[in-house]
């Protein structure tokens, strides 16, 4: 991928009705991209299918949903869910009797990381006994899936399967320092990824974040074949991160979140669906915007690429809705902290010298640097501080305007998708919230 492929225009293509069947390929936690796909899927009258990651006893053994479980996790999604536990990733996994990688893990601290080393053909076996455990699993669940979806009808399986950090203790303070410290408290991310224990991480977002959507590929082929076989069409896509196009100096201009530690998983799963598309198999990776959600929090300073959403909305056809949003996000600051201050801020920080050396599109994802903490993490302080109630953000608004604009864009361009990998960037995504709310 030498340059983003955006998406331009809004896409008016809809394939899917009642009766076609829409598969969540990833559990349904908390807010995040995945709502605003069910939502679109709810609004054509789709039947939802679930899936579920499982849950770890208290011997970290994975196990499938209870009644109780089960019961909230449907209702929470609008639709039956396959109870069989797809648990990605292999840190909990090893063969009978050996430790499994988050055991080796369990020794490493603050001063002894960097130069603890991992025993790789150990590692190379617990990842065989993850892989094969989540390919069967996926088996199991296609089994039972096929039996759900009428012939004839049309499918769409989004994959909502990211992560793969170990739970180790040492990993939280090192991800304070990486993601959260600045001054004397700054550590680089080049040193976590030059580490034994960074190479595992990477390995582990692989397995999560980007070859689950192949297992997802090649575990539904039969179902894809008889769907297609019988007049259906079937369709499949993925949430990627890979930078956006946010106004910089009234223009349009990648930029990205550094350092993003998934940057190699999350390119690797542009790899499958492009692999994918070469075969005739209509899979795209959709390249979304930053927002926050549950897991992005810890990524202090993801959310500054947020602000600019307000300048999109006003550029792409601004109207009554558009300054509806500006207003609620004035209401959210301190009385003394006016909105075109906060913008400014964010202008400043966007055309700083620091921050220009890191839109370097063939050179993502880049490590971090000390200037670069400083400068990022003071400012996502300093805004935070302007704020009336620090539980709420003009980000939290933004990010939700996010998601309900997303959700339209990819339910409709996968019907005719353009590409196996897209980028859904601040204008589209303020075309796409003007038309809504304008209509």
């Known amino acids: 991928m030498i340059a983003p492929i955006p998406l331009r225009d809004i896409p008016q293509a809809n394939i899917f009705r009642k009766g076609d069947v829409f598969v969540l390929f990833g559990e349904l936690f908390g807010r995040g991209y995945a709502n605003g796909l069910i939502n679109e899927a709810k609004k054509a009258g789709m039947t939802l299918i679930g899936i579920t990651v499982g849950r ?83 088996a199991q669940v296609m089994r039972q899936l096929d039996g759900m979806i009428p012939d004839g009808s049309n499918a769409f399986f989004a ?24 001054g004397e408290r700054f550590m680089s991310s080049k040193a976590l990824l030059d580490s034994d224990l960074g190479k595992l991480i990477l390995m582990n977002f692989d397995e999560v974040t980007a070859n689950t959507f192949q297992h997802l590929i090649d575990g539904s082929a039969a179902i894809r074949a008889r769907l297609e076989r019988t007049g259906g069409q079937v369709r499949y896509s993925a949430y990627g991160y890979h930078g956006t196009e946010i106004l910089i100096n009234g223009q349009y201009q990648w930029q990205t979140y550094t350092s993003y530690t998934q940057g190699q998983a999350k390119m690797r799963l542009e790899r499958v669906a492009e692999a994918a598309w ?51 996000c004035r209401a959210l600051l301190q009385d003394d902290q006016p909105l075109e201050g906060l913008l400014q801020k964010i202008e400043d920080y966007n055309t700083s010298e620091v921050m220009a050396g890191f839109r370097n599109f063939a050179a993502w994802p880049m490590a971090n640097s000390l200037a670069l903490a400083d400068l990022m993490i003071g400012t996502s302080e300093e805004i935070t501080q302007m704020h009336a109630d620090k539980k709420e953000l003009v980000t939290g608004h ?31 995504i303020a075309k796409q919230l003007n038309q809504l709310h304008n209509a």
């Open 56 to 138: 770890r006893d208290e011997n970290n053994a994975l196990r499938a949903l209870t009644d109780e479980e089960l019961a909230i996790a449907e209702e929470n999604l609008g639709g039956p869910i396959i109870n069989v536990p797809l648990m990605a990733g292999f840190d909990l996994d090893a063969p009978a009797g050996s430790p499994t990688p988050t055991d080796l893990l369990g020794d490493m601290t603050l001063k002894s990381w960097q130069e603890d080393k991992l025993d790789w053909a150990h590692i190379e076996k617990c990842r065989a006994v993850g892989v094969a455990r989540f390919k069967d699993s996926v």
């Open 159 to 182: 994959h909502t399967m990211a992560g793969g950090i170990p739970k180790v203790k040492v990993f939280l303070a090192i991800a304070n320092r990486i993601y959260k410290g600045r």
């Open 278 to 328: 070469q075969q005739g198999i209509k899979a795209t990776v959709y390249n979304c915007p930053e927002i926050r959600t549950n897991s992005s929090d810890i990524f202090v300073g993801v959310e500054l690429s947020l602000f600019p959403l307000l300048k999109a909305l006003k550029k792409e056809g601004d109207g009554a809705w558009a300054a509806q949003q500006w207003q609620a």
């Open 398 to 428: 933004l990010s939700a305007l996010i998601l309900e604009g997303t959700g339209p864009l990819m339910f409709h361009e996968a019907s005719n998708p353009a590409g196996p990998v897209l980028w859904l960037n601040h204008d589209v």
